[in-house]
Nanobody, 130 residues
């Protein structure tokens, strides 16, 4: 059974940084494209960042370009979302997700698309406020 568990959310001041973690069980993250998404109440889930299974490059949506980076620790079967220069507009519940198939092709140059991802964590709240 696949399980993804996010952690690391919290309250941070504008301009601050936060690192989210996504620990996996039931699959090896290094074989899958990894996506990070966020959602605010009343809005659709937005893909913000992703990393293909075959390289260590982060692809971001325009809204977080230059501020967010994805990394992976294969020994811990965990991926991270490093968020810098946070603004109140980044306030949301953040989710990690993987597709159901191994290999690449689920991470585009403009970030991940939610409808292509199958396994989801429960989410972690990030609040950016003074």
């Amino acid at each position: 059974q696949v399980q993804l568990v996010e952690s690391g959310g919290g309250l941070v001041q504008p301009g601050g940084s936060l690192k989210l973690s996504c620990a996996a069980s039931g699959l090896n993250l290094d074989a899958y494209d990894i996506g990070w998404f966020r959602q605010v109440p009343g809005k659709e889930r937005e893909g913000v960042s992703c990393m293909p299974s075959t390289d260590w490059i982060t692809y971001n949506s325009d809204s977080v370009e230059g501020r967010f980076t994805v990394s992976r620790d294969d020994a811990k079967n965990t991926v991270y979302l490093h968020m810098n220069s946070l603004t109140p507009e980044d306030t949301a519940v953040y989710y990690c997700a993987t597709p159901s198939s191994v290999g690449r092709g689920y991470c585009s140059a403009t970030g991940p698309s939610p409808d292509r991802y199958t396994y989801w964590g429960q989410g972690t709240q990030v609040t950016v406020s003074a």
